[in-house]
């Protein structure tokens, strides 16, 4: 499941659904409306596969690493946020579940740097040529 934070921007939304990228966000369709970040991680303990979409940069933390979710920050312009959903979500690296958990990632222009649960150092994923 993708799941978007409240702050993800409203009106990107049609545009993650005209392209096909299925989501639920918090406070809609997930969660209760105002729920604290602190209070949010618990929820995705629980649930599996979940990858939490976020413009919030205080989840860009590696003791946020978790087998059971990836945390997706998108560092970007509220305009550009859900084309860099998209890049993600397609990038060869991450474009499954099964590549995402366990990550704690910050998308961004230049690349993908990204956390991976149990590994020390913070890596690095460059965009495709051809995009």
């Not at 918090?26 to 939490?52: I, S, W």
């Not at 003791?63 to 990836?70: G, I, N, S, V």
Request: aromatic share 12%.
């Amino acid at each position: 499941m993708n799941l978007l934070d409240e702050n993800f921007p409203q009106d990107r939304r049609p545009l993650l659904q005209a392209w096909g990228i299925h989501f639920r966000q918090v406070g809609n369709e997930f969660a209760t409306r105002g729920v604290k970040d602190p209070n949010l991680l618990p929820l995705l303990h629980r649930r599996r596969n979940t990858t939490f979409i976020t413009q919030d940069k205080g989840f860009f933390d590696p003791a946020l690493c978790h087998p059971r979710y990836c945390l997706a920050l998108i560092d970007a312009s509220p305009d550009d946020a859900a084309y860099f959903v998209r890049r993600f979500l397609r990038h060869p690296r991450f474009n499954t579940n099964a590549r995402r958990m366990g990550l704690v990632v910050r998308v961004h222009r230049e690349a993908i740097h990204f956390w991976r649960r149990g590994h020390a150092t913070l890596q690095r994923a460059d965009w495709p040529a051809n995009r």
